[in-house]
C-alpha cells in the first residue's frame, strides 16, 4: 500500500487526523508490541517525501493478539490491524460480542452457513464477510454499535438527513370567529 498526501495520485493511505493521534496510534502500536502481540508488519517509520513532517502512520498489522491488550481494548482509528483467532465459530462469535465497542469486524469463511451464524448473533454495526474492513459508501450508513455508536444515527446516507432534520408537529384547534374550526389541525414540519 502506498503512503504519501491523499491528494497525491495513487495514493492507497493518507495521513491521520492530527499529531496528537499519530501519537496515540504509536503509542498503541508500542503498546502492543510491550505487551506480546507480534507486529506482521510495522507502519511506525514511514516517511513520504515532501511531507516529513506529516502525520503519517503506515501499514501496521498485529498477530497473536488477546482479548486484554490495549490494541484490543482500545479503538485504534489508524491504519492498524489486530488479528484474533477463535478455536471455534462460537469461540469467535464470543470474543466480538465481549468487546466494549461495537463499530466493524470481519470473517473469512468458505462456510455460507457459519456466515449467517456469525452476522446474526454479534452485535456489531458493520460486518465484512470475506472482506478486511466494511468500510462503508455514502448511500450506506454507518452503524457502529454499544461503544463505537454516534449519537442515535450515522453519518452517511438518509440517515445522516434524518439526524440533522429537525421535526415538529404541531397540533391545533382554533376557537374564534375570524376562523371556522374543521376539526384537528396536524402539520408536520421539517427544517
Same mark, same amino acid.
Given at each position: +500500500?502506498?503512503?504519501?498526501?491523499?491528494?497525491?495520485?495513487? &495514493?492507497?493511505?493518507? /495521513?491521520?487526523?492530527? *499529531?496528537? #493521534?499519530?501519537?496515540?496510534?504509536?503509542? +498503541?502500536?508500542?503498546?502492543?508490541?510491550?505487551?506480546?502481540?507480534?507486529?506482521?508488519?510495522?507502519?511506525?517509520?514511514?516517511?513520504?517525501?515532501?511531507?516529513?513532517?506529516?502525520?503519517?502512520?503506515? /501499514?501496521?498489522? =498485529? &498477530?497473536?493478539?488477546?482479548?486484554?491488550?490495549?490494541?484490543?481494548?482500545?479503538?485504534?482509528?489508524?491504519?492498524?490491524?489486530?488479528? +484474533?483467532? #477463535?478455536?471455534?465459530?462460537?469461540?469467535? %462469535?464470543? %470474543?466480538?460480542?465481549?468487546?466494549? =465497542?461495537?463499530?466493524?469486524?470481519?470473517?473469512?469463511?468458505?462456510?455460507?452457513? #457459519?456466515?449467517? @451464524?456469525?452476522?446474526?448473533?454479534?452485535?456489531?454495526?458493520?460486518?465484512?464477510?470475506?472482506?478486511?474492513?466494511?468500510?462503508?459508501? /455514502?448511500? =450506506?450508513?454507518?452503524?457502529?454499535? *454499544?461503544?463505537?455508536?454516534?449519537?442515535?444515527?450515522? /453519518?452517511?446516507?438518509?440517515?445522516?438527513?434524518?439526524?440533522?432534520?429537525? &421535526? @415538529?408537529?404541531?397540533?391545533?384547534?382554533? =376557537?374564534?370567529?375570524?376562523?371556522?374550526?374543521?376539526?384537528?389541525? &396536524?402539520?408536520?414540519?421539517?427544517?
Amino acid at each position: +500500500l502506498k503512503v504519501n498526501a491523499g491528494h497525491e495520485s495513487g &495514493t492507497d493511505v493518507g /495521513p491521520v487526523v492530527s *499529531r496528537t #493521534a499519530k501519537a496515540r496510534i504509536l503509542g +498503541l502500536i508500542e503498546s502492543g508490541v510491550k505487551q506480546g502481540a507480534t507486529l506482521a508488519l510495522d507502519g511506525r517509520d514511514v516517511k513520504v517525501k515532501g511531507y516529513e513532517e506529516g502525520n503519517f502512520v503506515g /501499514p501496521t498489522v =498485529f &498477530t497473536n493478539v488477546k482479548t486484554d491488550m490495549d490494541i484490543y481494548t482500545h479503538e485504534i482509528f489508524g491504519p492498524v490491524l489486530v488479528v +484474533l483467532t #477463535a478455536a471455534t465459530l462460537d469461540e469467535a %462469535i464470543a %470474543i466480538v460480542n465481549a468487546n466494549p =465497542f461495537g463499530n466493524g469486524v470481519g470473517l473469512f469463511t468458505q462456510s455460507g452457513a #457459519a456466515a449467517r @451464524k456469525f452476522q446474526s448473533e454479534i452485535d456489531i454495526g458493520q460486518v465484512g464477510i470475506n472482506i478486511p474492513i466494511p468500510v462503508p459508501v /455514502p448511500y =450506506f450508513s454507518f452503524t457502529g454499535s *454499544r461503544g463505537s455508536k454516534l449519537g442515535d444515527l450515522g /453519518p452517511y446516507g438518509k440517515q445522516v438527513v434524518q439526524f440533522y432534520t429537525q &421535526t @415538529k408537529t404541531v397540533t391545533a384547534r382554533w =376557537f374564534d370567529d375570524a376562523t371556522v374550526s374543521d376539526g384537528v389541525n &396536524t402539520t408536520i414540519s421539517l427544517r
